[in-house]
């Protein structure tokens, strides 16, 4: 009965915009795609963002629970508050862009949530450390220019100490709390 809600869900998205019903490789087009992150200090809140971001994703939209993302992200291409926060967010005790100039997200589980709403399990790597999390996400395929295109949102929250990011006088949660809220719009086009 899940299996047929899927199709069921998904077959008319697909005819609307002539998508062919098999999997489809999609690459993150950077230019129309956001990937930010908030966090605070003492009582006031920042955001940074992620430029340049890579990304892959292969999704069967008749079968979304076998999909693959790979996403990349390069920790030197941050864009932050002020050059001050970015020299900090660059150093050693935060994200140490010299040792680990990349963090990576991979998955290649998806399971359907409701109609256009999913969720991946995959694993997120920052500096040197890899934990499983759940991403969560909203997902809608649209015409753009005249070809298709998805459109892909999300907001996460991580534990910023789990993946070392806060080391020295950053580990201390008083003034930066632990929790910091990543938000994905993004947009990918097929391969």
Same mark, same amino acid.
């Given at each position: 009965?899940?299996?047929?809600?899927?199709?069921?869900?998904?077959?008319?998205?697909?005819?609307?915009?002539?998508?062919?019903?098999?999997?489809?490789?999609?690459?993150?087009?950077?230019?129309?795609?956001?990937?930010?992150?908030?966090?605070?200090?003492?009582?006031?809140?920042?955001?940074?963002?992620?430029?340049?971001?890579?990304?892959?994703?292969? +999704? !069967?939209?008749?079968?979304?629970?076998?999909?693959?993302?790979?996403?990349?992200?390069? +920790?030197?291409?941050?864009?932050?508050?002020?050059?001050?926060?970015?020299?900090?967010?660059?150093?050693?005790?935060?994200?140490?862009?010299?040792?680990?100039?990349?963090?990576?997200?991979?998955?290649?589980?998806?399971?359907?949530?409701?109609?256009?709403? =999913?969720?991946?399990?995959?694993?997120?790597? +920052?500096? !040197?450390?890899? &934990?499983?999390?759940?991403?969560?996400?909203? =997902?809608?395929?649209?015409?753009?220019?005249?070809?298709?295109?998805? &459109?892909?949102?999300?907001?996460?929250?991580?534990?910023?100490?789990?993946?070392?990011?806060?080391?020295?006088?950053?580990?201390?949660?008083?003034?930066?709390?632990?929790?910091?809220?990543?938000?994905?719009?993004?947009?990918?086009?097929?391969?």
């Amino acid at each position: 009965m899940k299996n047929l809600f899927k199709k069921a869900a998904l077959a008319p998205l697909l005819m609307l915009v002539g998508l062919p019903a098999q999997a489809a490789s999609w690459e993150l087009d950077p230019s129309e795609s956001v990937v930010s992150f908030t966090y605070s200090y003492g009582s006031d809140p920042y955001t940074g963002e992620f430029k340049n971001v890579q990304a892959t994703f292969n +999704i !069967d939209p008749m079968s979304p629970g076998s999909c693959e993302f790979t996403v990349s992200i390069p +920790i030197a291409d941050i864009s932050a508050d002020s050059p001050e926060v970015l020299d900090y967010l660059l150093d050693y005790e935060l994200f140490d862009v010299d040792q680990w100039p990349i963090a990576t997200f991979k998955a290649a589980k998806c399971s359907l949530k409701s109609l256009n709403s =999913f969720e991946s399990e995959g694993t997120l790597t +920052i500096r !040197d450390q890899t &934990h499983p999390i759940s991403f969560p996400f909203e =997902f809608e395929v649209e015409v753009f220019d005249g070809q298709p295109r998805f &459109h892909l949102t999300s907001e996460v929250t991580i534990q910023r100490l789990m993946f070392g990011v806060g080391q020295g006088y950053w580990a201390n949660t008083g003034e930066v709390p632990n929790d910091v809220v990543i938000k994905v719009d993004a947009y990918a086009v097929q391969k």
